[in-house]
């Protein structure tokens, strides 16, 4: 991480003042520690990683986005890719993939002690004499793609 955050800098400030600042802070890193990690061969997990989110981000796109890790997984195995479930949830992660949640509806209705109750402003009857007389609306939950506003949970 301390890596990549030094490669980050160099358009800006160099590599050599970047290791220099971070000197006597917790994220200091010697420079010969910098180099050896540039020079270092990318490791077999991090390449067998790579080859898999790849599969990974393909299965997940060809179900419309909607199977989780497990499904995933599960549809991997079916196409011979040899995976541990654990590894594809990891990698969903780190990628940002998720499924789609089926969570139980929010609890709409609660039961009187437990909340308050408007009053009952015109006695149950809902016939209205003229134009505007009379707007009755009764919203308890909206659901929305983003949630919040009329997202009660």
Request: a positive charge.
């Given at each position: ?6 490669d980050?800098?160099p ?14 802070t ?6 010969s520690?910098?180099?050896a ?19 990974i981000?393909?299965?997940h796109?060809?179900n419309y986005?909607?199977?989780g ?7 991997l ?18 990628i940002?993939?998720?499924?789609l949640r089926r ?19 015109v ?8 134009v ?12 929305t793609a ?6 009660r949970?």
């Amino acid at each position: 991480m301390k890596v990549e955050f030094v490669d980050s800098q160099p358009e800006e400030h160099g590599v050599q003042p970047v290791l220099e600042a971070l000197k006597q802070t917790p994220a200091e890193i010697a420079p010969s520690t910098y180099y050896a990690a540039k020079s270092r061969p990318e490791s077999a997990r991090a390449a067998s990683d790579q080859v898999l989110a790849e599969k990974i981000e393909q299965v997940h796109e060809a179900n419309y986005g909607v199977y989780g890790a497990r499904k995933v997984w599960a549809e991997l195995n079916r196409h011979g890719v040899d995976a541990a479930r654990c590894t594809v949830e990891r990698l969903m992660r780190e990628i940002g993939l998720r499924g789609l949640r089926r969570d139980k509806g929010p609890r709409t209705t609660r039961p009187a002690p437990e909340t308050g109750r408007p009053a009952d402003l015109v006695k149950r009857d809902f016939t209205a004499r003229r134009v505007n007389e009379m707007w009755v609306a009764d919203i308890t939950y909206v659901r929305t793609a983003a949630g919040g506003a009329g997202d009660r949970r």
